[in-house]
Every structure is written in structure tokens, then in C-alpha cells.
């Protein structure tokens, strides 16, 4: 029979097949890192070296360098303002997004509380944000559940760092800002600073520098790293540091339909790098604002690290009207029981009385 299917060149046509599925075989068991290259499109309203983007670039590098991922980033805003991307990560226009969950108090308003300042360090602000996302189940549940709402999946917060005030003139105290000018950047802010004794003016962000140089305000009211990009510093002769306020924010957000479609490696890898990131940010952040402390000093700026009462003061003020804020838009968007069920666990967390 053999001798016939020689003949017949049949034998040389099954040797051919035989080792074309040998060939095939271990193709079954391969992983994402050796299937074609997964495509991904991130976007981002904040510029390179701003934390926000800053922090979601380097998950995104560690992504890469683990598997063949290729991931394509729009930042600047290229893709849409920071008030478009939700919209545009829930309609599938992008994949990812950096979250700023506080500028959407309709679709959001239960993970906005979480955005406020927490009256603790770095790590403490970070551990807080787990608790409440990831190991408190009734938080948990609730959060998800608002989260597929909006067809999102998120990743760890990032530290953004402490927030200051950056004075005109020399000063040394809070009393210095009593009756004095300050930047507002949403309505909240404005019944803090007048509680306090400032005069709340709206300016926008870019406008800041502008404005302290020619006296439209007196002082700028926001996170300290800003300083650097938007050079305040310039036009500043004091920073009054209030004592460990930090936020915890801009999670990566993934479009769930398109997360879901990812490989179970691929969503292990970002898993990690976003966890590894959190972690790194929270030194980082610390190293690169005491190196900023020490370039205002030998500026001439004076750093001014407040006392605990007027701490205190300023941050039970600010946390009382935050909280307002939120509660007020929770039973706006028809979940302020839930609202209260977070910030039963929340207030104890971060400092508030």
C-alpha cells in the first residue's frame, strides 16, 4: 500500500499535512503577548508633565513594555475638554480616559465626594480611596454600581498632592488673606472663603497668573504642583502650606465594553501597573513638593508651614461645604441616601469633625 501511495506522490501530500500540524499545535495555548498587536487609544485634557497625565503615561509605559499592547495618547485636551471625555470613553470614541470625577456632579456624584481634600498624608489619602472603592462592600457596591451606570471601569486613584495658598505679599499666617482677594473655582469654594474672611473672585486657571501679577487677587488658592507649569511663583512672595490636605484623584477609566473584550492578561497587566503606579506617586509626589519648597526658597518665596489650629480652621470650613456641596448634588441626582451611606464611612477617614 505504501509503494502505491508513493507512486501516486499521496505519501509526499500527508508528510506535508503531518508537519504543517505539528507546526499548528502550540499556536492553541499562546497569550495575548504573542497574538497581533492590541490597539488602544487614550486620551487626556491634561498636558504631558501635569500629575494627572504625568501618572496615567507611566501605567501606560509599564503596559507596554510588558506586552504587545500599542497604545495611542491624546493629551492636551486633543480629544475633547475634561468636561467631553466621560461622554466620549462611555460612546466607545476612546478607550481610556484620566477621570476627573468631580467635573460631573449628574453622572458621578457619589464618586465626587471622594474627590474632596482629606486633612491626612499621602499614604493615609490613598489608603482611604481603597477602602472606600475596593474593601468597604457596601461602599464597593454602591460606587460599582454607579460606575456601570456610566459603562466605565475604573483603576487605582492617583495622588495629586497637597494644595497651598500662594500670596502676593509677604505673609505669614491665614489672617494675612482675611479681607484680601483669592481665586474661587467652584461655587462651594466661594461660602468657604467668605466664612473665612476672604473675598472670593472667579478667575480661570490659566488667568491666574495674570490676575495675582496685576491685582485682580491677591492670593491663588490651588494644588501646589500647578505652580511649576503655570510659574506662579513668579508673581508670589509667600506660600502658606496647609498642613497634609491632599487629594487623591484621576483614575484610570476604561470604556467596560471595550475592557471586557481586553484579554484577562492585558487587564492583569494595567491591574498591576495602575496599583504599582499609586504606590510610586505617593513618594513621588512627596520628593517633587519638597524640592519645589526648596526652589521658592532660594527664590526669596517664603515657605510657611501653618500652624495646627489654623489648619484645623481652615479645613473643617472647607471640608463642611464640600460635603454640603456633594449632599446637595446627590439628592439632585437622586441618590443622596446612598450618598450618606459613604460618607458614613468617609468622615471619619479624612479628618472631618
Same mark, same amino acid.
Given at each position: ?9 499521496v505519501? *509526499?501530500?500527508?508528510?506535508v499535512?503531518l ?11 499562546c497569550t495575548s503577548?504573542?497574538? $497581533? @498587536? ?10 504631558d ?12 509605559d509599564?503596559?507596554e ?5 500599542q497604545i $495611542?495618547?491624546?493629551t492636551?485636551?486633543t ?9 466620549s470613553?462611555?460612546s ?17 456624584p ?5 474627590? =474632596? ?10 489608603n482611604?480611596?481603597?477602602?472606600? @472603592?475596593? %474593601?468597604?462592600? $457596601? ?8 460606575? %456601570? ?6 483603576l487605582?486613584w492617583? &495622588? ?8 502676593? %505679599?509677604?505673609?505669614?499666617?491665614? +489672617? ?8 474661587v473655582?467652584?461655587?462651594y ?22 490676575? =495675582? =501679577?496685576?491685582?485682580?487677587i491677591?492670593a491663588?488658592? =490651588? ?22 490636605? +491632599?487629594?487623591?484623584?484621576?483614575p484610570?477609566?476604561? +470604556? ?10 492585558v487587564? &492583569? ?7 504599582? @503606579?499609586?504606590?510610586?506617586?505617593n513618594?513621588?509626589?512627596?520628593e517633587?513638593t519638597?524640592?519645589?519648597f526648596?526652589m521658592?526658597? $532660594? ?6 508651614v501653618?500652624?495646627p489650629?489654623?489648619v ?6 472647607l ?10 448634588? !446627590?439628592?439632585? !441626582?437622586?441618590? *443622596?441616601?446612598?450618598?450618606e451611606?459613604?460618607?458614613?464611612y ?8
Amino acid at each position: 500500500m505504501f509503494q502505491n501511495l508513493a507512486k501516486t506522490g499521496v505519501w *509526499k501530500v500527508l508528510t506535508v499535512c503531518l508537519i504543517f500540524i505539528f507546526i499548528m499545535i502550540p499556536l492553541g495555548g499562546c497569550t495575548s503577548t504573542e497574538k $497581533e @498587536t492590541i490597539k488602544i487609544k487614550f486620551a487626556t485634557p491634561y498636558m504631558d508633565m501635569e500629575p494627572p497625565a504625568f501618572y496615567a503615561l507611566h501605567i501606560l509605559d509599564l503596559v507596554e513594555q510588558k506586552l504587545r499592547v500599542q497604545i $495611542e495618547r491624546f493629551t492636551g485636551g486633543t480629544m475633547g475638554t475634561v468636561a467631553e471625555l466621560l461622554g466620549s470613553v462611555k460612546s466607545g470614541a476612546v478607550d481610556v480616559i484620566t477621570l476627573h470625577v468631580d467635573q460631573y456632579p449628574q453622572e458621578l456624584p457619589l464618586h465626587r465626594i471622594l474627590n =474632596m481634600e482629606q486633612n491626612v498624608d499621602r499614604e493615609t489619602c490613598y489608603n482611604n480611596i481603597v477602602k472606600l @472603592t475596593q %474593601e468597604i462592600a $457596601e461602599t464597593k457596591k454602591i460606587l460599582n454600581e454607579e460606575l %456601570e451606570k456610566n459603562n466605565i471601569v475604573t483603576l487605582e486613584w492617583m &495622588q495629586m498632592g497637597p494644595t497651598s495658598i500662594f500670596t502676593k %505679599e509677604k505673609a505669614n499666617s491665614l +489672617n494675612w488673606v482675611k479681607g484680601k482677594k483669592i481665586n474661587v473655582i467652584t461655587a462651594y469654594q466661594r461660602k468657604v472663603f467668605e466664612e473665612l474672611g476672604f473675598i472670593p473672585v472667579n478667575v480661570a486657571i490659566p488667568e491666574l497668573y495674570e490676575a =495675582m =501679577m496685576r491685582g485682580v487677587i491677591d492670593a491663588i488658592w =490651588m494644588a501646589t504642583a500647578a505652580s511649576v507649569p503655570l510659574k506662579w511663583y513668579e508673581v508670589s512672595k509667600s506660600v502658606l502650606v496647609i498642613g497634609e490636605l +491632599n487629594v487623591c484623584s484621576q483614575p484610570l477609566a476604561f +470604556n467596560k465594553s471595550f475592557w471586557n473584550k481586553l484579554p484577562k492578561d492585558v487587564q &492583569q497587566a494595567f491591574i498591576d501597573a495602575s496599583k504599582e @503606579t499609586a504606590l510610586w506617586a505617593n513618594k513621588k509626589d512627596k520628593e517633587d513638593t519638597d524640592a519645589l519648597f526648596a526652589m521658592f526658597r $532660594e527664590r526669596g518665596i517664603d515657605v510657611v508651614v501653618l500652624p495646627p489650629a489654623e489648619v484645623d480652621l481652615f479645613y473643617q470650613t472647607l471640608a463642611k461645604h464640600s460635603i454640603e456641596e456633594s449632599l446637595k448634588g !446627590a439628592e439632585s !441626582a437622586g441618590v *443622596k441616601d446612598k450618598a450618606e451611606i459613604i460618607l458614613k464611612y468617609w468622615e471619619p477617614l479624612i479628618g472631618y469633625k
